[in-house]
């Protein structure tokens, strides 16, 4: 069997999958990979054999170091579903022909639920051709929303950034008095894994987020509004963090009350946006308030200049670990974290069949949600602040972070 | 003379308006104030008689140092214009008396030109009535807009958020390798220095944004969207930094464009925002891309993470000055700074008269912007490089930044 390697980034960007490229590469150089390669943009890149030799990109270890600060995907991402191999195996035999051209024995693939389904169905196809190329999922994806991880890489640096920007807005937010209501909107499409982290702005110094809408929880606009204009009658300034996902109890999305378009990718999702302005012109328009919106949009999938060292320490393991399992001769599988304990925080990683993770999406677990249903509750604190703990400093170079890019 | 002292914030938050009230409240403790009060939400506040004793709520250096690091403005902030005194003297009277109750010999103000307008009126006033007071501005706005000083606190800081968040922004936007506009609304109603340090973000390591547009430049649907379709000929991914401010030849906000509701405050500012979303949606209906509106909002102005400390240092030195200028017996001006040299970078604190200042609006220079007017100058960056210099680690307690609010 070949013995290079290749790897490809896939989904949305978070300000840590570069260092489970890092953790890949640097463990499959160890087991001396004669060669390892990187799919640019992902299976679709591969396809059109747009293919970059790492041994020419990254040499030092000053370079291993910036890659692992460098946020977005390095090697550029796609989202692009495999067909059916039964309905078009072409596309298989293709991508099949053009590894063992580059005489590739180990394949790995750092992504999300869809990008897990690349994995399950490139691997599948292996076994049923009788290739010899191991298929490694690493996990990544601020969402968190993976199943069989207690959590994915990428989302403690998102939750993080969320945790301190949320005590930002809130200071900002109090300081002329007056009444006034932010809404702050957050990324999750079905899972509330992100806006349940504005819960962890609240402390010794912080009087916290005054509500948490989830995706999980169907939205009520009159429920909503009696929440906000009872809370304003004990604390002028209210600040809401709310997913950009939040649904009417009749499925439609917040967002589609307004009347900015949405539009469907070719995995189906559609590109949701405007759910706070929404809420925030409604609140406007009902209460004698002043009211903000706040989109953190990609900022919070890509601020590498705020992230969670436990986050990225956890992503650079799980790529080396990709790596060693593949070695050690296991296709088809994700690499997992398992929590030991929360105190002290222990983790360690383990191999989850690929098909078990594949599509599906972990949600939010209703027993951390208050019984209001607009916070959460000490046991998900429990659950996400080990994720945030301790920060990996920029490299700052005269003044602003620096990055490794593809030249 | 009163041997007390009295300090208040004013106008928009910044992350570095807090290191110039420990900068005022040090200088005076160090000059034997007997007492250093603070206005709770500024002039408004004190007019209430919301009046506070630092002495109860600094107390250890540690408390110092964390004031330093807390964003927004730690007494509250106010947008009140006083009256003309001609017009309205019992509000003079009022105030007077308060402050004479107090035994107040040093009355500092924290804030912009707007604020400034304030400090001009109460030393005019206490002149006229032989008042021994002495009132001294404090410069703060992160809109960098203010007569006679080099530049001021808080603009490091917000340009240094924004040279960072570009970055971050341009690597996440180039991800999927396919047709896509950025555009990112960045504050500044009339001046474009936050829009301007945009082009800090162009390095070794980053393509830099593709075009900025300023609100000192009248703005052209159709050359915007010529240049755009022209420029993603030969280049996929485009980020664009446009000012909130932008205007149309005829004198219309560019936001105003859009469906969204405008409103005007008590000094006559409207409220801006929608002119990201308004050119994004205006270009995907026009050509074949993707696009995405990106609005920093206000958290380009409070993000305490990521300060300059030439800026944070800068903002506790004005508020050191202005105790000393005040304890020397000048009254009705304002602290500005004075850049002795680029390279070295070196930066002095001089008084300029108030009037001189109050109400007024720099702007960028035309000199600084390209013959396309579309990016800056080489003299812009050497201008801005230096205040964006080294950074003040926040204190991270249990992951997330350790701030100081009243209780």
Redesign the interface.
């Known amino acids: 069997m070949g013995n290079n390697a290749i790897v490809g980034q896939s989904g949305g ?1 978070t ?1 840590v999958i570069n260092a489970s490229l890092a953790g890949v590469l640097q463990a499959c150089q160890m087991r001396n990979a004669q060669h390892v390669y990187g799919m ?2 992902g299976i679709q ?1 591969l396809l059109e054999e747009r293919i970059i030799d790492f041994s020419s990109i990254i040499g030092s270890s000053m370079e291993v170091e910036l890659l692992k600060r ?4 390095f090697l ?4 692009y579903k495999l067909p059916d191999f039964a309905r078009q195996p072409e596309v298989y035999e293709k991508i099949f022909a053009i590894l063992d051209k580059l005489d590739i024995g180990y394949f790995f693939y750092i992504g999300g639920n869809d990008s897990m389904d690349t994995i399950a169905k490139l691997s599948e196809y292996g076994r049923q051709v009788n290739s010899k190329i191991r298929f490694m999922g690493v996990p990544k994806t601020i969402d968190n929303d993976l199943e069989l991880t207690d959590h994915t890489p990428g989302y403690g640096s998102a939750a ?1 950034y969320i ?3 949320m ?3 809130i ?7 007056n009444k006034f209501v932010t809404v702050v909107e957050i990324m999750g499409r079905n899972a509330g894994w992100l806006t349940a982290a504005a819960a ?2 609240r ?1 010794e ?2 009087e916290g987020v005054d509500m948490i809408c989830l995706p999980e929880i169907p939205f009520n606009l009159d429920r909503f509004m009696e929440k906000v204009e009872t809370m304003q009658k004990e604390k002028k300034s209210l600040v809401i963090a709310v997913s950009e996902g939040v649904k009417l109890e009749d499925g439609r999305y917040v967002c589609e009350l307004s ?2 378009a949405t539009f469907v990718d070719s995995f189906g999702h559609r590109n949701l946006t405007g759910t706070a302005r929404y809420l925030s ?1 409604y609140v406007a328009a009902r209460l004698d308030t002043r009211t ?1 919106s ?2 953190l ?3 919070q ?6 992230t ?1 060292r436990t986050d990225i320490t956890e992503a650079y393991q799980v790529g080396g670990a990709a790596a060693k399992a593949a070695f050690e001769g296991h296709s088809g599988e994700m690499v997992a974290l398992r929590r030991l304990s929360n105190d002290p925080y222990q983790c360690t990683t383990e191999l989850v069949p690929i098909s078990k993770v594949a599509n599906l999406e972990k949600k939010v677990p209703m027993e951390w949600v208050n019984s209001y249903r607009t916070d959460m509750t000490h046991d998900f604190i429990t659950y996400a ?1 080990p994720l ?4 990996l ?1 920029p490299v ?1 170079i ?8 593809m030249k």
Chains 1, 2 share one sequence.
Do not use: F, M, W
């Open positions: 960007p300000s640019q943009n890149g460098t946020p977005s995907s550029g991402s796609c989202r993080k945790g301190v920007v005590k930002e807005l200071r900002d937010a109090t300081v002329y008095g962890l702005a402390g110094d912080c009347e900015d012109n903000r706040v989109e949009s990609t900022l999938r890509c601020a590498g200049h705020l969670s602040r945030i703990q301790a920060e400093t700052y005269d003044g602003l972070p620096r990055h490794i890019i």
